[in-house]
């Protein structure tokens, strides 16, 4: 078996956990609350790719870690991300009818609904990483792991993004670019790729070089996905609009080699490499 | 000294360290930020009476803890009840124009900047809780503090009480007031009680009793709110609606008496016990 078929069983394998995981808890602790937890569950099943609870994954095995220890990362990152997801779709904020060829959140069950599903995930994300203890991992490298996603999540990151991006129209420099791609998007894949590592007790030194990886991971997750929604938002901050395509396409392949490279330093970076490899493709789809 | 006024002492010496708490923590990182954290301030400092972190420092007194080792469960919870309110007043939910006689922060920052202060208060609150360690808290009361406040902010608390409040209009049943009142208010004061206890690694036993302080305090906190905004929410599912004016005092009272009880049982309990007096008197004001 080479090394990208190992990566690919590996995925393979926990993707169903991670399914498991996420329904878990977003079963209804009454019936009162049905609707609420209804409107979580439509939110966060609707067809993601689950990449970042993946990359939490890819990362405890790039340490030799357990995918117990990690799992409940990879839940809460997934929490995170769909939170994001359902109030980037607000009226207020991208005023989006459709995701993923389904309405978002706030069509199908209501404004104020969405808001509150939202906060409920975003809240629910630390109940669940708290609750690694119970899955053998040491409470200090419980509360990194809650300070770093946090710290990823919130205004010091994602949100702050957000925030620039509400703003971001043209004219805009390569700075501001790099602030938003860097807080909206590159946050949390760095996140993602260093909490594995930190709830499986990995020492200092890998965390960091994980971190490093998720951060380049997704500055060329980020160029990929402005490449692929050019027409839709037209004159909206984003690569391609200041690098031109051919440069875009050229700085996400240089990030891509570079989270690779990372990879390649760990015996079991296998996965980590293939979730590489699987975005970096589509910069070779015939869109651009 | 009377033990009333060493309670009151001690609230007017803490008062200074939350307001600096706090605004320690709204300093943006970097200009780009600066237009979320300064909406993130407008929210927090608005002449809010810090009722939840006044309780979580009384509890840690009650116990004999440190302040110190308190205050960022202190300055959490101010920032998820901040963040509760900028919601709650969106044009989705309660569509409030004003807040203490002041533009609410979609009103005066936009509906976007208002969800996305919301988003940020919230997950910055965890952040400011992981850092407990540094003030000496073991990591397992961080870790158990986190979890505290996350199940009392979530969706099954706090959140859950919001959703059960949008549907909220007449008729209704006792039972689902309780539901309403025990969610959405109760649940976060519970939290406060017990979250300086908890931070201070007092005994479990404490630990339980002052989450019952909180939630007696919280339920009789509610018929006070619901007996002042009888005017403005007729209709709207109350509990001077189903148990008559009198009924409710007489049930506030009950639910203070309870809180008081509990407060006497700790030789520091003054502080504690001086916040439920305080809310209590409002039952003696001439609105009612």
């Known amino acids: ?6 990566g690919q069983r590996f995925l393979e394998d926990v993707a169903p956990l991670i399914e498991t995981g996420i329904r878990a808890v977003l079963q209804a602790p009454d019936p009162h609350s049905e609707g609420l937890y209804d409107a979580m569950r439509y939110a966060t099943f609707s067809g993601g790719k689950r990449l970042r609870p993946l990359l939490v994954l890819a990362g405890a095995r790039a340490v030799g870690g357990s995918v117990a220890a990690a799992l409940p990362g990879a839940v809460a ?13 607000l009226p207020a904020m991208d005023n989006d009818d459709f995701r993923r060829g389904r ?10 609904m969405a808001i509150l599903a939202g906060d409920g995930l975003l809240t629910l994300a630390f109940e669940v990483l708290a609750q690694a203890t119970a899955a053998g991992v040491p409470p200090e490298r419980v509360v990194q792991a809650v300070a770093v996603l946090s710290r990823a999540a919130g205004p ?3 949100v702050a ?12 420099t390569m700075e501001q670019l790099q602030y938003l791609h860097g807080k909206k998007t590159a946050a949390l894949f760095e ?3 260093s909490l594995g590592p930190i709830l499986c007790a990995a020492d200092p030194d890998a965390v960091d070089l994980l971190a490093q990886f998720g951060r380049s991971f997704g500055l060329g997750y980020q160029i990929v996905d402005d490449l692929e929604d050019q027409d839709k938002d037209a004159g909206r901050m984003s690569y391609p609009v200041l690098a031109g395509v051919a440069g875009a396409v050229e ?19 296998d996965a ?6 699987m975005v970096r493709s589509r910069l070779d789809s015939p869109v651009h």
């Open 1 to 6: 078996m080479t090394s990208t078929e190992s």
């Open 77 to 89: 990152i997934e929490l995170i991300h769909t939170y994001s997801l359902i109030h980037d779709d």
């Open 103 to 112: 309405p978002t959140l706030h069509r199908a069950k209501g404004e104020a």
């Open 156 to 158: 010091q990151g994602m």
């Open 161 to 172: 993004g957000q925030a620039a991006d509400i703003d971001g129209d043209a004219p805009f």
């Open 191 to 193: 996140a993602a790729a």
């Open 251 to 269: 700085n996400a392949r240089r990030y891509f080699d570079q989270a690779s490279a990372i990879a390649l330093r760990f015996p079991q970076g």
């Open 272 to 277: 980590l490499a293939v979730l590489a490899d």
